[in-house]
């Protein structure tokens, strides 16, 4: 039987060691972890063997490794390793790599790894938006800041929807799909030996596997039951099912409202039955529900962010993986918030300013959002489907 050659990457070792793996190193392989790990079936145990495979830098084993994407980071291995070599930071690493090497372009994935990516990551929706109230401005005779014809305070003076904000969002939406679409394809190539191993052959259609997956992960959150502990923090913190499960409901919602509202504009034009007026009154149902988004959101960050500061700095792994997503979407809220009430308070210019950064803030959470933390929602949810698909659950 020809026998696989395992090619170590030293450089890749090197890497998950920077990216918060650095203690793989202090592993004796005792396989307290395995055996700890809430999640890992019997039959298919980790986080022992991918601790083995970065620590010899087996970046191919680790690339094609299904385990790596069922773990949920809650840092039950980490508590009870007696060697302090933090296998729940490793894999949390690891992931982060191997998407970040799924997602084209790379040099993206590159910025977000570090703050110091942050000035490209934020230049390019800057200037993007900034070239729209330029040119919008010039159309409104060199006025920055005007006023709707009955006074009131209307972004759409500005910022077009037709011709700038619901183009632009779509084209980002639709890009950030199609390289979440590629990266799933690949991450399913890489798995394709493990496929083999499952076994099997396939038992359902992958779209009824997607829609089991997401009720038991989106919607009900069931699997944050069997590993809420945590990462050690020494202090009692918010759970983090609810943090997560918030976060996702408040994305639901606001993409709902967003949808329709969308709808009620375009198909209002040929059915004016359900045209819908923006801005909306605070009374408006859709408009209820967007608040109601925008409170659990609030929520939902609230209790992520109180759990990242209790983490002490050692249990940080891939906190500026986390820190990034949660100062984007703390910016989006806050931005969201004020441009509001800078419009009730009829405070024109911070209103304008604001609702700026809220469009270059929002472009950011799209746009990046395959090379973010969110992108890993996706590839996990793919990871799951595959796993089932081939008779594992
Ligand atoms: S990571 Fe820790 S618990 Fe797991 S095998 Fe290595 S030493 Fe043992
Ligand atoms: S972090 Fe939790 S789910 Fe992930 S390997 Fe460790 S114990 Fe298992």
Redesign the pocket.
């Known amino acids: 039987m020809a026998q696989q050659m395992l090619k170590p990457d030293a450089a890749f070792a090197r890497e998950i060691a920077q990216a918060g793996g650095q203690s793989v190193k202090k592993c004796y392989q005792c396989a307290t972890?395995?055996v700890?790990?809430?999640?890992?079936p019997a039959n298919a145990p980790?986080?022992r063997k991918?601790m083995i495979w970065a620590s010899w830098g087996l970046k191919d084993k680790l690339r094609g490794d299904v385990?790596l994407w069922?773990?949920?980071?809650?840092?039950?291995?980490?508590d009870l390793c007696p060697r302090g070599a933090r296998?729940?930071e490793m894999?949390?690493a690891a992931r982060n790599m191997v998407y970040r090497d799924l997602t084209a372009p790379s040099v993206v994935g590159k910025w977000m790894s570090s703050p110091a990516g942050l000035p490209y990551l934020f230049a390019i929706p800057a200037i993007l938006w900034l070239l729209v109230w330029w040119i919008a401005a010039g159309f409104n005779g060199g006025n920055w800041f005007p006023r709707a014809a009955d006074g009131r305070i209307v972004f759409g003076q500005i910022f077009y929807g037709d011709y700038t904000i619901d183009p632009i969002f779509m084209l980002t939406f639709f890009g950030a799909v199609f390289v979440l679409y590629r990266g799933v394809r690949k991450l399913w190539e890489l798995f394709r030996p493990e496929g083999k191993l499952l076994v099997v052959g396939r038992t359902r259609h992958w779209i009824l596997h997607l829609v089991d997956v997401l009720i038991e992960e989106v919607v009900t959150h069931g699997r944050f039951d069997d590993?809420e502990t945590g990462?050690a923090t020494g202090k009692a913190t918010p759970s983090r099912k609810f943090g997560h499960m918030f976060l996702v409901w408040s994305f639901i919602l606001l993409a709902f409202v967003t949808a329709m509202v969308a709808l009620g504009h375009w198909g209002g034009k040929v059915i004016p039955l359900i045209k819908i007026e923006t801005p909306m009154s605070l009374l408006f149902p859709l408009k209820i529900l967007a608040n109601v988004g925008a409170l659990l959101l609030l929520c939902g960050l609230g209790i992520l962010t109180a759990r990242r500061l209790a983490l002490n700095p050692d249990d940080q792994g891939s906190g500026y993986y986390d820190w990034y997503l949660l100062g984007i979407i703390w910016l989006v809220a806050v931005t969201g918030i004020g441009t509001q009430c800078f419009r009730l308070a009829d405070a024109i210019r911070p209103a304008f300013m604001t609702y700026y950064l809220h469009l270059v803030f929002v472009w950011m959470l799209f746009a990046y959002l395959p090379w973010s933390k969110l992108g890993h929602f996706v590839y996990r949810t793919a990871a799951l489907v595959y796993v089932r698909m081939y008779g594992r659950s």
């Open positions: 972890c395995a700890a790990c809430p999640l890992a980790y986080p991918e385990d069922l773990c949920h980071n809650c840092g039950n291995c980490s296998p729940a894999m949390a590993c990462p």
